[in-house]
């Protein structure tokens, strides 16, 4: 089976600062890898890369078996991407995003697709309401719901749950996870909550000044360094960066 993703010797480089320097990971079908670092240490920027959006200095990006540079329309047929700050038109309704992502990525069986995603993350009241006029935790409902339209391969989620009450947050990432197990696609998911991380993740990467300095299961690696959770770690890490 191909991997969901798989990244290698990744570079952007700007006149005065290399914002991701040499980075190489994959996903695998079914995991949650959870991308982790300070304000600054590369994350969007890998992302943007990896949604073909920012075109890497050097490196390549395989997603679900397909080069992102050379066959970029195929590749990201296979991924999907939601982040608390892209937000679904706000003049369209909610069935109406749904529909128009649906035929975008060319889903297969949409309206059946689209039900079984209103159901799925509780959004049958607001089906015909303007996506403008929901609150931010119902758009980010919305924005999951469109990012596994396709059933991608890879789900790249950019601070998934920022937005929503923790009860809400708990069921969404549980429904994640679920997506996760059903083999549906493998997930990279950045946060800055730690809590959140330990509870979904199967594995983490910490990059740092744009280089992976840490990777490993989040339950297990505080233990290995001393600390006691990973919020410990990951405020001695940004304090003063491990050698990889
Ligand atoms: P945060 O957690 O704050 O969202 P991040 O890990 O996502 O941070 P990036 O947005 O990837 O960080 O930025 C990495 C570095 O690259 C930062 O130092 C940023 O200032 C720099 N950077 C990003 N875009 C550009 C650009 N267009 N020109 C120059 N530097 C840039």
């Given at each position: 089976?191909?991997?969901?993703?798989?990244?290698?010797?990744?570079?952007?480089?700007?006149?005065?600062?290399?914002?991701?320097?040499?980075?190489?990971f994959?996903?695998?079908?079914?995991?949650?890898?959870?991308l982790?670092?300070?304000?600054g240490?590369?994350?969007?920027?890998?992302?943007?890369?990896?949604?073909?959006?920012?075109?890497?200095?050097?490196?390549?990006?395989?997603?679900?078996?397909?080069?992102?540079?050379?066959?970029?329309?195929?590749?990201?047929?296979?991924?999907?991407?939601?982040?608390?700050?892209?937000?679904?038109?706000?003049?369209?309704?909610?069935?109406?995003?749904?529909?128009?992502?649906?035929?975008?990525?060319?889903?297969?069986?949409?309206?059946?697709?689209?039900?079984?995603?209103?159901?799925?993350?509780?959004?049958?009241?607001?089906?015909?309401?303007?996506?403008?006029?929901?609150?931010?935790?119902?758009?980010t409902?919305?924005?999951?719901?469109?990012?596994?339209?396709?059933?991608?391969?890879?789900?790249?989620?950019?601070?998934?749950?920022?937005?929503?009450?923790?009860?809400?947050?708990?069921?969404?990432?549980?429904?994640?996870?679920?997506?996760?197990?059903?083999?549906?696609?493998?997930?990279?998911?950045?946060?800055?909550?730690?809590?959140?991380?330990?509870?979904?993740?199967?594995?983490?990467?910490?990059?740092?000044?744009?280089?992976?300095?840490?990777?490993?299961?989040?339950?297990?690696?505080?233990q290995?360094?001393?600390?006691?959770n990973?919020?410990?770690?990951?405020?001695?890490?940004?304090?003063?960066?491990?050698?990889?």
């Amino acid at each position: 089976m191909d991997l969901a993703l798989e990244v290698k010797g990744l570079k952007k480089a700007y006149k005065s600062i290399t914002a991701v320097d040499s980075v190489s990971f994959d996903v695998r079908p079914g995991e949650i890898v959870g991308l982790l670092g300070p304000n600054g240490a590369g994350k969007t920027t890998t992302i943007s890369m990896i949604l073909g959006v920012l075109e890497p200095s050097e490196g390549s990006i395989n997603i679900n078996g397909r080069d992102v540079i050379s066959h970029r329309s195929e590749a990201l047929m296979h991924t999907n991407f939601n982040a608390v700050y892209s937000h679904a038109p706000g003049n369209l309704t909610v069935f109406q995003n749904l529909y128009i992502f649906g035929l975008l990525y060319n889903a297969p069986n949409l309206s059946e697709r689209i039900d079984e995603l209103i159901k799925e993350f509780d959004l049958e009241i607001f089906r015909d309401t303007k996506c403008g006029a929901l609150s931010s935790g119902e758009q980010t409902r919305v924005g999951l719901a469109k990012a596994m339209i396709n059933k991608p391969a890879l789900l790249l989620l950019d601070e998934p749950t920022a937005s929503l009450d923790p009860s809400t947050a708990q069921i969404i990432r549980k429904k994640i996870r679920d997506y996760a197990d059903r083999g549906e696609g493998g997930v990279l998911w950045t946060s800055h909550n730690m809590h959140e991380v330990e509870d979904v993740c199967d594995r983490i990467l910490f990059l740092s000044h744009g280089k992976i300095v840490l990777e490993g299961n989040p339950r297990t690696l505080p233990q290995e360094h001393g600390k006691k959770n990973l919020e410990e770690l990951f405020i001695a890490i940004a304090r003063e960066p491990i050698d990889s």
